[in-house]
């Protein structure tokens, strides 16, 4: 089982940037697929960016691609996303999932993710 927290939101303005971390417990954090979720309010649960138990393979949605970045840390059982070049239509409350892989698919959907943190809000203002 892996507990998840995350943290780093907060208010910006637009063109702005933020750091998110995801800090999880448990000792095979390695062998977790990682993700970054958002939800605006009225909306479904969307993928923002996904990496793969080793930080080798990673997938952006289209609508941050260029302007956020995801990694991982295995030996401190860290997830991060760097948002840069922030937009006000990125205002939602983000959320890192795991889910145990012990390949190097990496699933897109919530629904895929078996564990979740409390959520981060991110607000860019214009």
């Known amino acids: 089982q892996v507990q998840l927290v995350e943290s780093g939101g907060g208010l910006v303005q637009a063109g702005g940037s933020l750091s998110l971390s995801c800090a999880a417990s448990g000792r095979t954090f390695r062998r977790y697929a990682m993700g970054w979720f958002r939800q605006a309010p009225g909306k479904e649960r969307e993928c923002v960016a996904t990496i793969n138990w080793s930080g080798g393979r990673t997938y952006y949605a289209d609508s941050v691609k260029g302007r956020f970045t995801i990694s991982r840390d295995n030996a401190k059982n860290t997830a991060h996303l760097q948002m840069n070049s922030l937009k006000p239509e990125d205002t939602a409350v983000y959320y890192c999932?795991?889910?145990?892989?012990?390949?190097?698919?990496?699933?897109?959907?919530?629904?895929?993710?078996?564990?979740w943190g409390q959520g981060t809000q991110v607000t860019v203002s214009s």
């Open positions: 999932g795991a889910d145990y892989r012990d390949s190097d698919y990496v699933p897109r959907f919530a629904a895929q993710y078996k564990y």
